[in-house]
């Protein structure tokens, strides 16, 4: 009888593992998984965009500049932007709920592996020009 409970247990134990994942404390996610989550829908895996809807990040100057890239995420964009002599019409939500160290992890994933342009960027720079550019009215241009 015992055997049968035991044989039953190591038989289960493998399906209870899979519903249950490791607590593993507060530890932020990764760059790749962020944009994957919050980004790639609009700007695609390849960071190439969307046809004249959602720009690209690849070509696109305005993801070196500090400012430019922060405020965007801080503020999101409406209405028709040019982004290397093109036309877009899409419109980007506010990313202000991300945390500072959460929207450094995505600009430099963007910068080293879609854009491969621009510097590392500090969680404690994203927190330093956060309450310069958050805004609810704040226009950035990506021309």
């Known amino acids: 009888m015992v055997w049968r409970v035991l044989k039953c247990c190591v038989t289960l134990l493998p399906f209870y593992l899979a519903t249950i994942s490791p607590d593993f404390g507060d530890q932020p996610a990764n760059g790749e998984e962020l944009y994957n989550e919050h980004c790639r829908s609009c700007h695609q895996k390849n960071g190439k965009g969307f ?24 503020n999101g964009l409406k209405g028709p932007i040019v982004v290397n002599g093109k036309d877009y019409e899409g419109e980007m939500p506010s990313f202000r709920y991300l945390t500072d160290e959460e929207i450094a992890l995505i600009v430099n994933y963007i910068r080293e592996d879609i854009a491969e342009t621009g510097a590392v960027l500090k969680a404690s720079e994203v927190a330093r020009l956060r309450p310069l550019l958050q805004s609810d009215s704040v226009e950035i241009s990506t021309k």
């Not at 809807?53 to 995420?73: F, M």
């Open 51 to 74: 046809f004249r809807v959602y720009p690209p990040l690849t070509d696109s100057g305005w993801v070196a500049d500090d400012q430019k890239i922060i405020g965007n995420l801080l």
